[in-house]
């Protein structure tokens, strides 16, 4: 019973102090993880933008307002008025070819459960192969499959995948869901390669004049494709969702003077982006944007430090007199800081407790297709800094009663206090 009120003691006339504390701890904590996943968001991003095929490149993106017009008179135009400018950008000398993807909705079935689902499919050139290798965590691009097998070869992407093995067999189906179309046709497919998580795919359905790497990824449920014969055998329709930006890839031996041509010919249908452009959009990003946004959280962080600090330093000098007595009583010194650390960390153990639930569910979430947690990164490697911030803190709010009280042995308080 002794050790059991030492355990409570510092707090037993504080309990209001305390849930503040707690809330504001827990608070600051979850908001602080939110701007970290998009932190890793966005630095994983320009991760996989960043390569040897996209530096030799430019982002095009379509004049919008000419699109619109077309589509104004009939709406499949949209994406048609497009065909021919891909068609002449691809005709320059100095053009090696466009890193793109189409994309089809399609049915999934299970063959461990036969739940059918409705992930999206993607059809990537070559070009965008190439440019997204990075994302790849299992297996292995299309130009590297097995030539022997029979079976058209995909990627998949996506937590709907995660029991799907590479090497495997898939079912794919046309969208039969209400109100959804697909030209693809019901076949099997083989897996060659899986994109884990953050299950984030490409894609290219911003259009902006300070255009970052992360407009060009979404977290999606998606088949990939490769963009040959076999392919186009399995989509009737070919002109669905034609992509309106897209990165158009330049030859290595491509002269000045080449890719001037092809700049002022886009320059004429659209705007665009070098690749250094959008790098340096992203670093500012990075710098301004999310810098702003974490003052909030750190300045809760360091108010509830601070306050937990001062508490537990009071508490501990208030208490004294008390623990003089258990000390008489047979508690040592060391037994009497040590219930007070107990004490201390209670308060930075529930916050970090209640964000480490908070990731778990995000988590959860996102593993079972759920949530649509986009331009957010969040696993495990989150909780690693609320557990790094639990320890300082905790060592801190410790050792500082140490130091303030250090000449305040438990003896030499009894007799200040009991002199009489």
């Known amino acids: 019973m002794k050790k059991l009120n030492l355990f409570f003691l510092s707090f037993s006339q504080n309990v209001f102090s305390s849930l503040v504390l707690i809330i504001i701890l827990s608070v600051a904590l979850v908001s602080v993880q939110d701007i970290l996943g998009q932190y890793r968001y966005i630095t994983y991003s320009r991760y996989i933008i960043e390569n040897d095929t996209l530096s030799n490149s430019d982002l095009f993106m379509i004049d919008?307002?000419?699109?619109?017009?077309?589509?104004?008179?009939?709406?499949?135009?949209?994406?048609?008025?497009?065909?021919?400018?891909?068609?002449?950008?691809?005709?320059?000398?100095?053009?090696?070819?466009?890193?793109?993807?189409?994309?089809?909705?399609?049915?999934?079935?299970?063959?461990?459960?036969?739940?059918?689902?409705?992930?999206?499919?993607?059809?990537?050139?070559?070009?965008?192969?190439?440019?997204?290798?990075?994302?790849?965590?299992?297996?292995?691009?299309?130009?590297?499959?097995?030539?022997?097998?029979?079976?058209?070869?995909?990627?998949?992407?996506?937590?709907?995948?995660?029991?799907?093995?590479?090497?495997?067999?898939?079912?794919?189906?046309?969208?039969?869901?209400p109100g959804g179309s697909s030209g693809v046709k019901k076949t099997t497919v083989h897996v060659i390669g899986k994109v884990g998580y953050p299950w984030y795919a490409g894609s290219?359905?911003?259009?902006?004049?300070?255009?970052?790497?992360?407009?060009?990824?979404?977290?999606?449920?998606?088949?990939?494709?490769?963009?040959?014969?076999?392919?186009?055998?399995?989509?009737?329709?070919?002109?669905?969702?034609?992509?309106?930006?897209?990165?158009?890839?330049?030859?290595?031996?491509?002269?000045?003077?080449?890719?001037?041509?092809?700049?002022?010919?886009?320059?004429?249908?659209?705007?665009?982006?070098?690749?250094?452009?959008?790098?340096?959009?992203?670093?500012?990003?990075?710098?301004?944007?999310?810098?702003?946004?974490?003052?909030?959280?750190?300045?809760?962080?360091?108010?509830?430090?601070?306050?937990?600090?001062?508490?537990?330093?009071?508490?501990?000098?208030?208490?004294?007199?008390?623990?003089?007595?258990?000390?008489l009583c047979g508690c040592s010194r060391k037994k009497s800081f040590a219930y007070l650390f107990v004490e201390i960390s209670i308060v930075t153990l529930i916050a970090v407790a209640v964000n480490i639930i908070y990731v778990t569910i995000i988590m959860n979430k996102l593993a079972s297709g759920s949530l649509d947690y986009a331009n957010c990164i969040v696993d495990y490697k989150n909780i690693l800094f609320a557990v790094v911030y639990c320890l300082a803190a905790i060592t801190v709010t410790t050792i500082l009663p140490f130091i303030v009280y250090k000449k305040n042995t438990p003896l030499e308080v009894y007799r200040r206090n009991h002199n009489d």
């Open 64 to 177: 919008m307002e000419m699109a619109m017009n077309a589509s104004a008179q009939d709406p499949g135009m949209m994406y048609e008025v497009g065909k021919p400018i891909r068609k002449k950008i691809l005709s320059f000398d100095g053009v090696e070819g466009i890193a793109d993807s189409r994309n089809f909705s399609c049915g999934y079935i299970s063959a461990e459960t036969g739940k059918k689902t409705y992930p999206g499919a993607k059809i990537y050139t070559g070009q965008m192969q190439k440019a997204f290798a990075k994302q790849l965590t299992e297996g292995r691009w299309f130009e590297q499959a097995d030539a022997s097998s029979d079976k058209p070869c995909v990627v998949v992407c996506g937590s709907t995948f995660d029991n799907v093995s590479v090497g495997s067999d898939i079912t794919i189906t046309p969208d039969d869901y």
């Open 204 to 327: 290219y359905g911003s259009i902006s004049d300070d255009i970052s790497t992360d407009f060009f990824l979404k977290q999606q449920e998606c088949v990939i494709f490769a963009d040959n014969e076999q392919t186009q055998e399995l989509f009737e329709d070919d002109s669905d969702d034609l992509q309106l930006s897209y990165f158009v890839v330049y030859k290595d031996d491509c002269t000045d003077e080449q890719r001037n041509e092809v700049r002022n010919y886009i320059g004429t249908v659209g705007t665009y982006a070098t690749h250094d452009t959008i790098l340096e959009n992203t670093n500012k990003k990075i710098q301004e944007e999310l810098m702003n946004r974490i003052i909030t959280p750190i300045f809760l962080l360091v108010i509830a430090t601070i306050a937990l600090i001062s508490i537990s330093t009071l508490n501990t000098y208030k208490k004294l007199k008390d623990h003089s007595v258990y000390y």
